[in-house]
């Protein structure tokens, strides 16, 4: 089990981040389409308690993963910072993963998509996201709030805000907000 510590910011554009990525001398590791799928239980408990179960498919990178991810209730930090666990599955394992969760009594809540970018600097991941509906994020996950905290600045984003929420609360409350029932959102549509 690890600890999960990332900071998150929405930014207008990816662009501006990218060159300043290129100018630090960070390298650019690949670039994925993430296909993330969150389940929940009947009494809503999981997400009531801050807790995330995401089953992720990921292509790219010259690869194609599926991962199962446990995430744990925030902890009180600078950045966003939980326990995570992650197993990693076959490609083929994906549907029978679905139906498992389902016949352990976890429903599938909400399915989206987002097409990234991943880049290392100073021991940190540097993702550049892409979210339909939620638009342009960099997300700086590393091993402690320190280095988080360097990177940012190397990439002149401290001063902006940091969001606490994951991506699946985001999608939620967006789409709260448009009273929309979907549970399924990708870039085609």
């Not at 009494?43 to 995330?52: A, H, Q, V």
């Not at 992650?86 to 809540?109: I, T, Y």
């Not at 880049?119 to 996201?129: K, T």
Request: aromatic share 6%; glycine share 8%.
């Amino acid at each position: 089990m690890t600890i999960e510590i990332e900071a998150k910011i929405k930014v207008e554009s990816l662009a501006p981040t990218a060159g300043k990525l290129s100018e630090a001398g960070a390298k650019f590791e690949c670039q994925l389409v993430q296909t993330d799928t969150f389940f929940n239980d009947a009494e809503n408990k999981l997400t009531s308690s801050g807790i995330g179960l995401r089953l992720r498919r990921q292509i790219g990178g010259q690869t194609d993963k599926v991962i199962l991810t446990y995430k744990g209730p925030r902890k009180k930090a600078m950045f966003k910072s939980r326990r995570e666990i992650e197993v990693k599955l076959s490609p083929e394992d994906f549907s029978s993963m679905v139906k498992l969760l389902g016949m352990l009594g976890f429903d599938k809540v909400l399915v989206f998509e987002k097409r990234r970018k991943v880049w290392r600097l100073d021991g940190c991941d540097v993702c550049l996201d892409e979210i339909p509906m939620l638009g342009s994020f960099v997300e700086v996950e590393g091993p402690d709030e320190h280095r988080i905290n360097g990177v940012l600045n190397k990439l002149q984003l401290s001063a902006l805000e940091h969001i606490n929420k994951g991506y699946a609360g985001l999608m939620r409350e967006k789409l709260d907000e448009s009273s929309s029932d979907r549970e399924e959102i990708f870039f085609d549509g």
